[in-house]
């Protein structure tokens, strides 16, 4: 696997962020947190200062929304697959339906609740590396699973194909020409735990955080981010950073060449969440004038990031984040500490008067993977 950093900066004259105006309309209502915080189990996720850990990486502050314990299923996905069934639901009263989806875990697992929740069926297809327990975490909210002989790509191909033979409805967290409704949907589900920080974080004026990190597998939920900040705060958003893993890092090879495009990586990356060969259509045309730095990082600095939330610095709080749920702050370990990203530190002003804020998007949603990278030897300075 690659070893090393990549990077794009973003032009600073570029065009300003447009929105889809029909997304824009579905993201902008409050109907979003009203219907989560009518769900059974829903609480805010936390929002964690870690001061001693933005000490040793040179930095002011630093705050972690943890979804580590969303709806109690471990994972932000939660949001968006809740509230896409729920609009599909609203549109086809008192039919039974049964919902698709391709997956590499927590977004099928919540699927699944979801659908179940509802009272309708979901038929789950996972590419072949698929651990057995994040299956089996699918299966408990009874979806059926189908396992696909490939990468995260060909699943999403099957489940459209199948979708499409047996009248099921596809609810991919993903797009494409043709396909744009429900991934509109469940991308403004994703907009409540930007407000949850409304109260401290991102008050009216500007927000109180300079940087912003956002982990990316096929790019929705980071999608989500900036244009909640677009709306927000129009002339003064954050540094947007988008972090991917070296292996998969479709996005960033996509800025590169100016249009969508496939990661020239294997994929194959320990950062499961995130193995995602090609960006979302509707994501693609957000983050491309969106990101201000497009970043790929070897596996190693996401595993770091786990290990420094697991063994925390002496009164900073602990935090169980699964692999792709450490990627954000992977990436602002990757630019604090390696090398060959110190004249991108200095470019962008990440310095000691620097607020960051990370997500923590999944806690551990594979325990024997889990134990397994918290046991790893992760020198950075050796990636």
Not at 134 to 140: A, T, V
Not at 173 to 193: F, V
Not at 306 to 321: G, N
Not at 352 to 367: A, H, Q
Request: with cysteine.
């Amino acid at each position: 696997m690659d070893q090393t950093c990549s990077y794009q900066l973003n032009a600073p004259d570029r065009p300003p962020v447009k929105l889809d105006r029909k997304f824009n309309d579905i993201f902008k209502s409050d109907e979003i947190f009203r219907f989560h915080r009518h769900l059974r189990c829903y609480a805010p996720t936390p929002l964690v200062p870690l001061p001693k850990l933005a000490k040793s990486l040179g930095i002011k502050e630093l705050y972690v929304k943890d979804e580590s314990k969303r709806l109690r299923i471990n994972t932000f996905k939660s949001l968006g697959a809740s509230y896409g069934i729920a609009k599909v639901i609203e549109k086809r009263k008192k039919e039974k339906l049964t919902f698709c989806t391709a997956t590499d875990g927590n977004h099928g697992r919540s699927v699944a609740w979801a659908a179940r929740n509802s009272r309708q069926k979901a038929v789950i297809f996972v590419p072949k590396n698929t651990t057995a327990l994040r299956i089996k975490n699918i299966k408990k909210h009874r979806g059926e699973v189908i396992v696909v002989d490939g990468d995260y790509d060909k699943a999403v191909a099957a489940a459209r194909e199948e979708s499409k033979k047996k009248g099921y409805i596809l609810l991919q967290d993903n797009s494409w020409e043709g396909y744009t409704e429900i991934p509109k949907y469940i991308a403004a589900g994703y907009k409540t735990m930007m407000t949850e920080m409304e109260n401290s974080l991102h008050p009216p004026e500007a927000p109180l955080v300079d940087f912003v990190f956002l982990q990316v597998g096929n790019g929705t939920w980071a999608s989500s981010v900036v244009a909640y900040y677009r709306n927000r705060y129009p002339k003064k958003m954050p540094t947007l950073i988008s972090v991917e893993p070296t292996e998969s890092d479709c996005l960033l090879e996509s800025f590169k060449r100016g249009n969508i495009s496939k990661t020239k990586g294997t994929q194959q990356t320990s950062l499961v969440g995130l193995n995602c060969g090609t960006p979302s259509l509707l994501a693609w045309e957000i983050l491309r004038y969106g990101i201000d730095v497009f970043l790929a990082i070897p596996d190693i600095y996401a595993i770091k990031a786990m290990q420094d939330l697991y063994y925390p610095f002496k009164r900073d709080k602990q935090i169980f984040a699964g692999e792709s749920g450490a990627a954000g702050l992977g990436g602002l370990i990757a630019i604090a500490c390696d090398p060959g990203l110190q004249e991108l530190k200095k470019q962008i002003g990440l310095n000691g008067e620097s607020r960051v804020l990370i997500f923590v998007t999944e806690g551990v949603t594979d325990p024997d993977v889990f134990e397994e990278l918290i046991a790893t030897e992760a020198d950075v300075f050796k990636a």
